[in-house]
Structures are given as structure tokens and as C-alpha cells.
């Protein structure tokens, strides 16, 4: 057991022991295993946005062992995906790399747009899959929030009792939220924040752009006044150390999505930021999994190196 | 067992052993037993749309009875139905054919636009009957997805615990969703990829046409660009391999639906595609009990006959 | 036990012993007992309509065990009866004639144009007052269809697990149906298959009338074309031989209500319609307690007297 | 035990000796103990209207203890109250007097117009708190109909199944309901009428009104031809008689509730008529507990005194 | 134990021993321990309106830890706080301050005109960190009150059963009310009697302000006509007696809530009004954490000598 290791699990001091050990498989795992930094390879976008969508630019990707075996070369320290995806490979790779059962989903043909996933599996899935926690995802500014929030409780005492993690998705989205406002430094900050209050171990948040939204006029004002003095939002490392804070002075692990395929220097730049400004890593899925085997390995190397700390130069597909 | 059953079974390695016996017994039985296809027969047209409109063509079906001896007869894998039909017939019939209870219907009489099946039987119906399987109705891109998505997964986590198989018809309908729409090649194969990502063992949709929704943009320009250049839309043979290839890669049980009765050249033209594209078998009711006994047992022999590879000429009544 | 009620025992087979007896129960109880016709008495029309609607008439029938020595004095099969007039004689009456405890009912007074009855009762209220069956009526063609059909089969699964009968009213009424369409012969005929299909031992319906709904134009057509060469519309006994037929082909026990008071020669002409048509019996409420005593046991004497085959000259009051 | 109380409990023969018990401890207490009439103080108003609108005629009714002290000193059969008034002196006064727990409350604040209060204690409550019975109120014609009588349908249930009496009070509110019709003979006697349905031991309604509400035709036609020759509606002693026929012939407790605070001899002219038109009781509230402690018991003495059919001359504040 | 705190707990008889305990834990903690007056630090802030309108001001307050100690150098009796925010503490800090889990939370970026918190924890999560109390906050006035109240009734009474106290924030809000009709002094009082009818043990509102609300127009007359006569509404001890006594006659623990962050000689003026007025302490959030921790201590420590009785006059920052 490293000392970051060590030094994270206090901040979870109180947690059940079986929930402290499955939070130690993940950050011990994989290329970035002992360094308190983590990459996940989530692939839910087969559920999300559909098969094609997801895996035709890459078809190895229509079968969910290539994702498994995807996370465990590439060294991830786990993965993550829905019932179905999982239930058909968790024998096959039973124990070699740690499982993160992901119980709600969206759907895109409904066009909903007051969002809130269906709940599609439960913690006794997880259990019986050998899984070390739950992914949930929940939308901040939803009409639906209540449901949402509920829901997570729920399953995230459920999970804890049972030894489980609790990983949330805070994906601030619907009601009133514009577009910009989804990923506005302000917002992002609170989606964090609310994932932490309600109890999660591990938070994924989107990579906060240098925008402020004023949807909320007393929130706008302490930024204008306030943050700017100590916080330059148009700095991404001031940035995302404004989100680490915001999720209990930096002792929650939160981590950073990727978001839409695009080019390996805009991402670089943006683990980058993430590593220098207290983030913990990354979730990747698109930007590797729809790229051939070989540049997905190659690519998720580049970022478990940059989380390592080396001077990396060889960069990715733009470079 | 033979080596295309084993195979298949290791597809769902991981799951109970109950599970697989009762898998095993749905692909052993019948004259398809033993050769990974599937030929199932399923009579719930008299709750969805009425028993004058169902049997009238053929009265002997008003009787259950006649169903399951259908079934037996022509050497079916399975016979699924509601509640009161299974009831009707389970004790004298008992171990006689592999049955999947229905455990959700629609029904005609309400017009309800957003649709979503009432949950109309249980898992403890199911085996109190001597169930194989349960048998689920999802309407993808329905307002109402969060409900069955939900349900689906309660009854399915409940199903496999008690080690029963879970078969999922996967039609997507209603919200945006237009009548073309319904079977286009693209939101059949998302369909399909839902019903496996939720977990299930079995999945029906229905025959794919040639044509791609352009419902979700992004979606429309992936078939437009990249599918086209593997599978040619306008080939059933090239669909039917689109689909399974969405079901995890060609790794879960996809069967198809004959739909509405037509002429039987164009349902065993549908047949060879299904079997030449990689697909599991055909669901077909209306085609077979709404013809009479004789009649309908040369047409389903017929059936299966083409997933034996058998060269068929004798044809069915358009022939 | 006759040969004839052994006989419909056996279209029962595989439900529970205890189910069976219940059902034995009711089909040997009174003046019609062992002939396998039924004549029910309910009365839960003072939850529906108000007791002065339902009792003004005939005021003894305010008092509830009137009703309970109507039912045993007249010599019907069952009394059926929403939970507090039930509780009102069931220990003074115990064990003089089978109790159906209606387990939902709707009241006039909120006029909701979306039916959907309340749920008023519990099978454990049902084996308290020892009752040999529950009753429970639903509204198909309603929005809230779903609701309904999903308590029915909740109630009734755990009826028969508890060894009850199970006794459906089934009125097509709300959303789309017109006053015409709920006792149309293709109307009447679904009610009677769906509550078939969800598992009902005995079905109640409305008697149908000469006339076809075009709700749904597949339907409609195949009463056009198919049905009408068989089943003259027309002819009563034709309606009940084809919506008997419509409940797995004579193998469930279909009653008829009588609906509204109307002249005897009428209700007398119905019977023997109901009689020669396959159907099993009526259920009698307002055309019965709404009258004197010695009138209602007049009455309800032809009846049954027109059941057991015999002729009738006596008549009713409009005799 | 006297006639009286022994003749009303046979009315309920069937039910729990638990529940038989409870009974009699209300119909055995206070001054008209065992007379088979009820006089209940109950104390809601703070919830429903606020504590100003209630309590400050007569600040120490702020205090809960007052209304016990008040239930108990005037001799009332029952103090029946929200939990937490109930808490609030169930330790001080345990024994003194029978309480009833009322489990569901409005409050004015929202002001709602499809009236469905809030349940706001259970079944475990009331036995924790040594009650005797439960109180449930109920809106007859609310559009959420379906809930309350559900809820209704639950909680007694368990009550009963517990030994605990149920009393309901059954007001027609909202819907399609006016003022004039809640008050309506008519519309009175349902309510009472579907309490009795629902299995309430004890039934309070509202005084009834000299009119006939039109709202549903076919009863307004039943009381213009039938009801008007046996019962003078004018008459507030034939009006009473109509609603306690209403409610199983007499054969369950109805009582009346006095309504806003009014002068006193209006109120003894109502209970004349209750006492004379077979009525059980009354259930007075604010016009007890806003005027002084020596004047209520001053007050409902003399109430006592009618129903105890003392010549009463005393009279109140207006006499 | 001190005879101010033994004659309150004497005012919760009949309630557990446990739950006893724990509010004698409450009211024994800290600077006033002993005294019967409490001073409470709620933090739910961060989860309500988000981090940085929370914590920007005293970045410090990032951490979760900085308002246990702070709570606990400071001599409050109790920290209240979301699930998370006490999971990240509560081990570190075990046994140094009672704990109140605050159960439900609303989140600004939904922006719902309808208010109802989500429920974010459970008594089990309280029991598990060691809490005394569970904090529920309501919004009576909103139409969503029913789900609130009854989510209160549930999760106070498994509390109470579990030897926990119950503390309410009853806030109106929402439907009907104006914002001035939110602090209402006849707002408030009927606010804090539903809080103690729903069973709360220590119930907290706003600061009444000098003014009725006319949104009832028969409380608007109660007010205008008797209560200005014993009621000073421009006084505000008057206003908070007449609060403490809708209270159930001051016979409640009621605490009043600091609201936003003002001039420090205006709260202390209110603080001086609550304790004249016979309220029983405050619980101050914002205007506490929001300075830097010698101000705060200052500030906490003043407000707290007020109520010990001391002539303070050190005063606050705007002294």
C-alpha cells in the first residue's frame, strides 16, 4: 500500500472496510495502480447513443470483450459499462481488472429532454458479478432531480453496506440549463460538489469550460467579485483546481471526462490541466475504444504517462 | 449436447446454471434441437388485438389447447404466451414443449399513444407453471421507457436468480419516433443492442428493412459514411448481419419476427436472410395459427427445413 | 360432484386444490348447484350509485343482510359484496353461501371520465369473512388500463395462492369507446378474452348487443367478412355463442349482467338467449333487490328455472 | 355492560374481540357511558386552519393538555387529535380517557382544490400511544378519490387486524362538487353510505342541509319521486333518519360534527334532531374549545343532557 | 442533569428513552449546555445553493472538517449537515458533538417554483455516523406539501423508534404564498405548529417579521381583531411569544434561523428578541461560516452570551 494510497482511504475514514478495499483494487490497479491517479474506461455509449454510433468506427467494439480486454491491457484501473456488457464477459475476465457496474441509463430514442435515466441494474448484480462499485449517473437542474437523487441515495446505501464504492456521473443537464451552462466552471463546480453530498466516493465531472453561467444572479456576483481575485478562469489548471475544491477541499477523488472524440492535443492539454490542478484522472471512452487497438494502447499510454509525470513527446494522432 | 448448443451456452457463461439448463432445453427441443437455431411460437394477438381479429381466420385457435399441440406438433422450440393462455393448457400439457410466459401485454382498445404493456404475470407465475423462460414487451423511444426499462430489469434480475431465461421483444414505437422508423436498419439494431445491454438471453425485433432513420443526425451520418462502405443497406442478408453484429457482436440469441401474415415466398425469402446473416431463428404467429393445422404445419416444417439448410422447393400457398 | 361440474373443473386443471374447491364451491351452492349455470347475486350498488339510487325502492335493501338472505333464500350460487356490506353479516350468515368479496370499486360522485376503481379490499379481508373467491372489475379501452390490469393480476395471484377463485368484471369503458361501442358484440367479446387471458375463473360481461364497433378497422373487417358468415350479429344466441367462444372457446365460465332494471319478458328473452348460447349464468343485481322480497324470489326462481331448462310460463311482472 | 352497548356490538359481530374492546371503551366512557350515544371532542383545527384561527378565542387551547383536560372533565367518550397534540400529553393523561389518533390532516396554507390530506401517522403510532381507534378523513368526489380510499382501505385494515376501532370522517369536497352539494341530504347520505362500504366502525358526516343536490340525475329523480313521500326532507329529524338508514340501516355508529361555531340554540335544535332521527352523537369542536373552560363544560353538559333526553333549559351564551 | 433541562424533557413524556438521551445530549452540549437554550451550526448550504456561493467567502469552509471544529470550538450544541458532508468527518470527529443528519435537500439549479426536497439520506445512515437527531426540512404552503408531510411522518417515526430526535426546518414556500407571506408572523406561527403536530422535536423557522399575511382572510381577521390586542405585532419579543406559543404553549423546543448574512447589531438584536420573547436558541449558518474563524468564534461566542443573559458589548463586525 503506497502512501497516496494510504492518504486517500483516510479520507473516507468511517467507511465499511469492504467498501475502503474495493476503493483500494481500484487505485491499485493497472499501469496507474498506487499513484492516487486513475484512468477508467467506461463504455456506456452502446446503451446511450447506440450501437452504430459507438462502435462501427471501430467494430471490434460490437463485441464487450474487446473493452475488457481493451481496459486491461491498456492498464486501466477499471472499467465500467452497463448490466448486459458486463454480464458478458464477467466470467470469462473474472478478477483481472476491477468492475464498475454502471445501474442507470439513458436512451437517445426517446429525445427526452427532461433527463433521467432508467435504473437498469441493481447492487446485487453488481455483487454476483464480482464488481468493486456502482456507476450512477445523475442530471443537476433536471425537474426530475428529486427521483434522481432518491434513487442514488438508495443505491449508494445499499452499495456502501454491501462493501461496495459508489462512482457518480454529475452531469448538470435539462430545467432551465442552456447548452453553455452544462459545462460553465460554476456549474461543474456544483455538480461536484452535489455528488459529494450525496455520498459518493469516486466523482466524474465534465472538463469545466472558462465560462461562467449566470443562471443563478447571486452565484454569478461571488464569481465576478470574488473567484476571479483568486481563481483565473481562463487558466484550465485554476480551473480545475476550483472543482477539486469544490469537492471537499480536494478530499473527494473526482475525475474528468473526455467527452466527444477530438484531437490528442486538446486532450493532453486537458490531463494536463486535470494532473496540475489536483484532479485525480480520467474517464476516457470514445476518444479510445473508437480508434483502432493499437492507437487505443498507444494513446491510453500517453495519458497514464502524462498522469505519471513523464515528459511525454510522442504524442497521439494529431501530434 | 451438441457442439453449436455448448457454444452458444458459453455466450452466457457466468450466468446460473439453472439459467442455462433452461436455455439448453429451449435450443434442444423441437426439430431445430441441437442446431443453435430457433423456431418459436407466440400467441398473445388475442389480448393485443382482439380474439375475433387473431382467430377468426382459423377458429380452432379460440381453444389455448390448440397452441400448445401447434406447437408440439410442428416441432417448435417453444410456445410463449399470457397468463390465462399458458393456464389454460399447462397441466395437460406439462413437459411437453419448453413454454416462456408472457409477462407483459398491451392491448388495442385503449389507443394509448406512449405505449407501455401492463405487467400481466409473474416470475413465481412462471415457474408455478413449469416456465422456461419469461417473456418481455419493451418499447424503445416510448415516453415511457424509464418504466419498462425498469420493470424489465426487476423481472429479469428475479427470473435469472430463480434460473429462468429471459426473452425480450424489443420494439421500438411511440414519441418521436415515426411508423418508418419502427423498422429501420439502424433503430432495429439499437433495439437490439438495448434489449443484450439489459440483460437479456433472447432477443426479438423485428425484420429490418432497408432504410436508416435520420432521426439522430450523428447516427445517420455514421451509415451514411462508414456502414454502407461493410454492409450494403439495400441486401437483407448484409442487414440481418448488421443486427446480430449490434447484439454483441453476433454473442446473444437475436430471432426475428414474421409480423403481419403475408405471402409465404416473402416470408421464406426473409428466412434464408436470417439464417445466411447470422440470425437465430423466427418468432411467427399470426403466419402459422391463422392458417389451418395441416396448412400450418407444412408452413412452419418448411421454415425450419430452410434453417436446417435443407434445399426447399415445395413452398407454402403462394408457391 | 356431477359430471357436469367435474367437466369444468377440469378446464381449471393446475390451478391449486384449495382454488378448485372454491370453485366447486360456487358451482354446487343452491338452486342451480351442480348444473354448472350460476346465478350471482352482487350488490355494490350503493358504493357505486348511492343508496338511495340503489335502495329507495326497495327499502330493506338498505339494511345489508338483506341482501345476504336474497341471496340464500332465492337459492343463487354466490353473494357478492364490497368489504363493509360483507363484514355486516358475514359472522351472522357464516357458512350459508359462497361470499365474493368485491375487492375494487368506482363511486359517482367524483364523475371521473377515466375509470379506474378504487382498491377497497385485500384477499386477507377476503379470507377473514370466508369468502371463496374475489371480485374485481376493470374498465379496458381506460388510460389507466395499465393500474387495472396490473392490481388484477397482483390481487389475483395472490388469491390463488391463497387457494380463492378469482371473478372478473370486465366493462370496456373510457378513452377512446363511445357509449355504443362498450356492448358491442366485438367489444364484449375482447373484454370477455382479456380477462381470460389474465387469468379470471369466472368472467363477467355485459350482454352483447347487435353491433359492431369500428374502433379498430382490422377488426371491423373481420367481422364483415369472416364473422358474419358464422355468427349471425343479429341473433342473440349467435352474440353469446361467439363471445363464450372468445373465452378459450367455451372452457371459461362467462355470466352476463343484466345492467339497468328493465321489463322481465326482456330479461327472460336474455336468459334464454344466454342459456342456449353457451353461456353460464347471470349475474342479477338491480333487476332482483330492487323489487319486493316475494317478487325478487319470483323472479329469481324463473330465472333459474329458465337455466335448468324448464318452461316457463309464470313470468315477471311485466308478465 | 349494558343492553344498549351490547345491542351495538353485535353489529360489528365478525370483527376482532380487539377491536369489540375498543369499542366499548368509547361507547363506555364518560357521562353518557354506556347509553349507546357519543359525544367526541375533537381537535384538528390547529392543523388544518393554523393555531391563531383556532386557538386564540381561547389562548389556553394552545397548550394540548387543555383539550385533554377539556375531553376529560365534560365527560366526552373520545379526544381525538393529530400525533404530535397527541404526544404531547398521551404519557400525562394515559388511561383517562379513550383517544382516537387522527392519521391524515389537511392544511389550509396550500390551499389544494382536489382535497386529499397528508398521512401524517400510521397504525404503530396509535398503538404506541395507547389510542383506541384511528381517524381517517376522506373527500368523497376529489378527483383523488382512488387514493384516499385506498389509503383508507390500508390503514384499517392493520388497524383492525390490531384490535383498533376505525373512525372516518367522510366530508364530499372538491371535483365537480359545489358548496351547496357537500351539505346536500343526498350527498350526505353516500358519504356516509361508502364510509360504511370502506368498513368504518364509526361514521361522522356533516349535519345535513334541506336540499337535494342535482349533480347526478338519476338520484335527483329517486328523491323528487320515492324519497319525498317517506321522508320530509324539511325535516331535520327525517333528514337525520335518511342518512343513519343510509349507513347499513342504523346498524353503524353516525355521528354529526357541528360545524363553524354557531349559536348555541341552533346547535341544541341539531342535536334534537340527531338524538330524535337515530343518530349516535355528535363531535363538537371549536364550539367547545373557543369559548372558556367553564362555559364549554357548561356546554357540552347540556349537549349531554339532550342526548341523554333531559328537558334541558338551561340553554347557552345565545339562550 | 439541570431542572431547565429535566422540565424539557418532561414536555417529550412517552417518547423512547433513547430519544430522550439524545435530546438531552443535544441540550447538555457546549457553552449552553445545561441551560435549555441551543445554538446549532447548519451547513447544507454548500449542497442548497452551491460551493462558492457558499464558501468563497471563507474559502476554509471547503472542507467539510472546518465546520465540525468550528461547531465545536465554537461551543454549539449540535452540526448539522447532508450525508456527505458528515460522512467526511464523522469518524475524525466521533463523539466531540451531537450530530443532526439532515435527510432531505433541495439544489438550486433545478430552479423548481414547486419545492420539495429530495430525500438524501435515511435513519440508518444517522444511526451509522453516530448522529442524535435527523433534520428534515418542509415547505408547507407548496402543493407538493402532502409528499413532504408524509415523508416526514415516515422517516420521524422509524427515528423515534430508533432513540433519535427530530428536528424540522419548516420553511412556507411555494403555491399561493408571496414572498412576504413567507415570514409572516401568522405564517410562521402556523408553521411551527405543523411542525410540532407532525411530531418534530425541535422545530425551527424564520424570524417572524411585523406583518399578516392575507391570504386567509378569516385568519386575517383573527389577527386584526384579537390578537393585536395581547400581541404587539411591531414588537418583535412579542411576535416570537406568539410563535413560541403556537408552539403547543411554548411546551416545543423552537429555534429561529439567522437567514442571509446581515449587520451583526441587527441579529444580535433578534437574538435578544428570541430569547425575551421565551424562543430557545438559533442556528446560524451563513453568518457564521461565511467569516474568517476568529470572527466566527467572536460572533458565535456573543450570540451565545446573549443568551446566558451577559451584557454584551464587544459587539460584532458592525459594532
Given at each position: 500500500?503506497?502512501?497516496?494510497?494510504?492518504?486517500i482511504?483516510?479520507?473516507?475514514?468511517?467507511?465499511?472496510?469492504?467498501?475502503?478495499?474495493?476503493?483500494?483494487?481500484?487505485?491499485?490497479h493497472?499501469?496507474?495502480g498506487?499513484?492516487?491517479?486513475l484512468?477508467?474506461?467506461?463504455?456506456d455509449?452502446?446503451?446511450e447513443?447506440?450501437?452504430?454510433?459507438?462502435?462501427?468506427?471501430?467494430?471490434?467494439?460490437?463485441?464487450p470483450?474487446y473493452?475488457?480486454?481493451?481496459a486491461?491491457e491498456?492498464?486501466?484501473?477499471?472499467?465500467?459499462?452497463?448490466l448486459?456488457a458486463?454480464?458478458?464477459g464477467?466470467a470469462?475476465f473474472?478478477?483481472?481488472?476491477?468492475?464498475?457496474?454502471?445501474v442507470?441509463?439513458?436512451?437517445?430514442?426517446?429525445?427526452?429532454?427532461?433527463?433521467?435515466?432508467?435504473i437498469?441494474?441493481?447492487?446485487?448484480d453488481?455483487?454476483?458479478?464480482?464488481?468493486?462499485?456502482?456507476?450512477?449517473?445523475?442530471?443537476?437542474?433536471?425537474?426530475l432531480?428529486r427521483?434522481?437523487?432518491?434513487?442514488l441515495?438508495?443505491?449508494?446505501?445499499?452499495?456502501?453496506s454491501?462493501?461496495l464504492a459508489?462512482?457518480?456521473?454529475?452531469?448538470?443537464?435539462?430545467?432551465k440549463?442552456?447548452?453553455?451552462?452544462?459545462?460553465?466552471?460554476?456549474?461543474?463546480?456544483?455538480?461536484?460538489?452535489?455528488?459529494?453530498?450525496?455520498?459518493?466516493?469516486?466523482?466524474?465531472?465534465?472538463?469545466p469550460?472558462?465560462?461562467?453561467?449566470?443562471?443563478?444572479?447571486?452565484?454569478?456576483?461571488i464569481?465576478?467579485?470574488?473567484i476571479?481575485?483568486?481563481?483565473?478562469?481562463?487558466?484550465?489548471?485554476?480551473?480545475?483546481?476550483?472543482?477539486?475544491?469544490a469537492?471537499?477541499?480536494?478530499?473527494?477523488?473526482v475525475?474528468?471526462?473526455?467527452?466527444p472524440?477530438?484531437g490528442?492535443?486538446?486532450?493532453?492539454?486537458?490531463?494536463?490541466?486535470?494532473?496540475?490542478?489536483?484532479?485525480?484522472?480520467s474517464?476516457?471512452?470514445?476518444?479510445?475504444?473508437q480508434?483502432?487497438?493499437?492507437?487505443?494502447?498507444?494513446f491510453?499510454?500517453?495519458?497514464?504517462?502524462?498522469?505519471?509525470?513523464?515528459?511525454?513527446?510522442?504524442?497521439?494522432e494529431?501530434?
Amino acid at each position: 500500500m503506497t502512501d497516496q494510497v494510504r492518504e486517500i482511504l483516510k479520507w473516507y475514514a468511517g467507511q465499511n472496510p469492504g467498501t475502503l478495499t474495493n476503493l483500494a483494487r481500484i487505485l491499485n490497479h493497472g499501469k496507474l495502480g498506487g499513484t492516487g491517479k486513475l484512468v477508467i474506461l467506461p463504455v456506456d455509449q452502446g446503451f446511450e447513443h447506440g450501437p452504430a454510433r459507438s462502435f462501427a468506427k471501430n467494430p471490434d467494439g460490437y463485441d464487450p470483450r474487446y473493452h475488457y480486454r481493451l481496459a486491461i491491457e491498456s492498464g486501466c484501473n477499471a472499467y465500467a459499462a452497463p448490466l448486459g456488457a458486463l454480464e458478458a464477459g464477467a466470467a470469462e475476465f473474472a478478477g483481472e481488472i476491477p468492475l464498475i457496474l454502471k445501474v442507470n441509463n439513458n436512451e437517445l430514442l426517446s429525445g427526452s429532454t427532461d433527463p433521467c435515466p432508467a435504473i437498469t441494474a441493481s447492487v446485487d448484480d453488481a455483487l454476483r458479478l464480482g464488481c468493486c462499485a456502482i456507476g450512477y449517473t445523475m442530471y443537476p437542474g433536471s425537474p426530475l432531480f428529486r427521483a434522481m437523487y432518491e434513487n442514488l441515495h438508495q443505491l449508494a446505501e445499499e452499495a456502501k453496506s454491501a462493501g461496495l464504492a459508489v462512482v457518480v456521473w454529475s452531469y448538470p443537464r435539462g430545467g432551465k440549463l442552456e447548452k453553455e451552462d452544462e459545462t460553465s466552471l460554476n456549474v461543474i463546480a456544483y455538480a461536484a460538489h452535489l455528488a459529494c453530498q450525496l455520498g459518493a466516493h469516486i466523482v466524474k465531472v465534465k472538463f469545466p469550460a472558462a465560462h461562467i453561467s449566470a443562471l443563478d444572479k447571486e452565484t454569478y456576483k461571488i464569481y465576478d467579485e470574488i473567484i476571479n481575485q483568486h481563481v483565473k478562469v481562463a487558466n484550465p489548471i485554476d480551473r480545475i483546481r476550483h472543482v477539486t475544491t469544490a469537492a471537499f477541499n480536494g478530499r473527494r477523488i473526482v475525475i474528468f471526462s473526455g467527452g466527444p472524440a477530438k484531437g490528442d492535443d486538446k486532450v493532453f492539454e486537458e490531463i494536463k490541466a486535470i494532473r496540475d490542478g489536483g484532479g485525480f484522472g480520467s474517464i476516457i471512452g470514445r476518444n479510445s475504444f473508437q480508434r483502432p487497438w493499437n492507437k487505443a494502447i498507444e494513446f491510453l499510454g500517453t495519458v497514464m504517462d502524462l498522469y505519471l509525470g513523464k515528459n511525454v513527446e510522442r504524442g497521439g494522432e494529431n501530434a
